[in-house]
């Protein structure tokens, strides 16, 4: 029916059927009214050292020069042992929005001296993650004012261990708002986790010496690159506009092993980019770039990262299943520094080439065959355009590659 009434032709029929590793079953259980599935592809990035532990790292997505440009980054830092990750514990916080209390104040009293009993009926939850040691560690109310009026905000803060643990904070915060309408007198309205994830932080840190991060192996232009790079973060800092896009960069590796990996990638970014505004006056860099005492680029990501290991598509979907075996991380925890780590390393790759011969060099090295491929070059064709785009100069627009592609053919 959605074919004839959007008049597919029987190639993008085809496409949409070619089920890959997901088969028609197994993705229609997934979502509602599938038509198909979508492939994209799975790259691993190399060179990455956490904590003295070596990992491949697959990437899922669709644009070029992102592994290549993380495995390089990654690797400048291995003569300083690599990438040292220091991560929160696994606690996610779920939220109640209480409104037409009274008195805000004496409500919020009232939940606190609750709270052990809100967090036993947290936790009489039956689940895995209370039976692991995990569940509701504890409560914190604030009272906010709104255009509907105060509204007082109770969070629990619940421990998920190895899993996202979205369902499970949901369902706790849905079981204990009957119990909370009665303590405070007041009406519970949404009960949802949030993806501010501020007590589920990742923090990664790693060194790169001038000569590590230089083109030619001397201190001279490692210290040249290492300025053009901090100058670069402190546009970031500075400039909402630019943080964007330097944190789109960031997430070009968080999104893409977060996807491969099975998780909700949309919950990641969402608390990424609501962590580089949160306290701060304006939206700013999800890194921080700085040089040493002794002239060493500093790099450091501190980020909400809400993964799972247990439940969610990551035990459902097979090829996520594939790259975690691939990834062979034991703990959520594990997996937060990993995904971190990535988005640090892909940071600087980016920053590094913005700030040396621009980004274009690098990104149409690899996305020439993509324009051959877009201009309708076919077989043999596709890598005689991409070598003679690449040997143009000036702009390589997707215009001067169908200019090519018709003089070979005229050739
Ligand atoms: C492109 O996908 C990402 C960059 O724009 C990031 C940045 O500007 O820092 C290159």
Known sequence: MVANMAGLTPEHIEALKACGELNETAADRMIENVIGTMSLPVGVATNFVIDAKHYLIPFCLEESSVVAAASNMAKRCLVNGGFRSNNDAPLMIGQLQIMECSEPKSAE???????EELMALCNS??????????????????????????????????????????????????????????????????????????????????????????????????????????????????????????????????????????????????????????????????????????GNLIGRIETPMAVGIVGGASKVHPAAQANLAILGVESAQELAGVIAASGLSQNLGALRALATRGIQAGHMKLHSRNMAVSAGAVGEEIE???????????????????????SLRSE
């Open 109 to 115: 009293k009232v939940l606190a001296g609750a709270s």
């Open 125 to 294: 939850l039956p689940s895995t993650m209370v039976r692991l040691g995990g569940g509701c560690k504890r409560i914190e109310t604030r009272t906010i004012q709104t255009l509907s009026g105060p509204m007082v905000i109770l969070h629990i803060v619940v421990d998920c261990r190895d899993a996202m643990g979205a369902n499970a904070v949901n369902t706790m915060a849905e079981l204990i708002a009957p119990r909370v309408e009665e303590l405070t007198g007041g009406r519970v309205h949404l009960k949802i986790l949030s993806n501010l994830a501020v007590h589920r932080l990742a923090r990664i840190e790693a060194t790169f010496t001038p000569e590590e991060i230089s083109n030619d192996g001397t201190k001279a232009n490692g210290e040249a690159i290492i300025q053009g790079i901090l100058e670069a973060h402190h546009f970031a800092v500075a400039d909402p506009f630019r943080a964007a896009t330097h944190n789109k960069g960031v997430m070009n590796a968080i999104s893409s092993v977060a996807l491969a990996c099975g998780q909700d990638w949309r919950a990641i970014e969402a608390g990424c980019h609501a962590y580089a505004a949160f306290g701060k006056e304006h939206y700013g860099s999800i890194t921080q770039w700085e040089r040493s005492d002794e």
């Open 384 to 406: 005689t355009i991409a070598k003679r785009l690449q040997a143009v100069d000036g702009p390589k627009t997707q215009t001067v590659v169908e200019q090519l592609l018709k």
